[in-house]
């Protein structure tokens, strides 16, 4: 997907189209998740879907639910989506610091090349 450690770096153009398409892949990420979390409370917790969005878009950001469950299967529901949620940060953050870690890196691997070229 990326360049190989003996190509030049990747224009800033590039650069700017992988990170977009990154960021596209982790938005549908979120957007699918809160969508999970919306069906979730609105058909599990029985929440409206005012309140169902509040609670998924709470939980999928960290902050946790606002609303009272009631019943053992909105409970469990919650708990899963918690722990699913928690996933789906790592990965969104993941996506979107790959790019940017990879061109730092190949940087840093450049500026080395560079440097051992000059000790010849």
């Known amino acids: 997907m990326f360049n190989q450690s003996h190509v030049p ?3 800033r ?3 700017l189209s992988r ?3 990154a960021a596209a892949l982790a938005a549908t990420l979120i957007g699918v ?3 999970i979390g919306v069906g979730g409370y609105h058909w599990v917790a029985g929440f409206g879907w005012v309140d ?3 609670n998924a878009s709470m939980i999928l950001g960290g902050m946790g639910p606002v609303g009272e ?3 053992t299967a909105s409970k469990l529901f919650a708990a899963a989506y918690a722990l699913f949620s928690g996933l789906v940060l790592v990965g969104a953050t993941g996506l979107i610091l790959g790019p ?3 061109r730092m890196l190949h940087q ?3 500026d080395d090349l560079d440097l051992s070229d000059d000790r010849s």
């Open 9 to 11: 770096l990747a224009s």
């Open 13 to 15: 153009g590039v650069f």
């Open 19 to 21: 990170l977009g398409r």
């Open 33 to 35: 998740s809160l969508a």
């Open 52 to 54: 169902a969005v509040l």
């Open 69 to 71: 469950l009631h019943t």
């Open 100 to 102: 940017i870690l990879h």
């Open 108 to 110: 840093f691997h450049l």
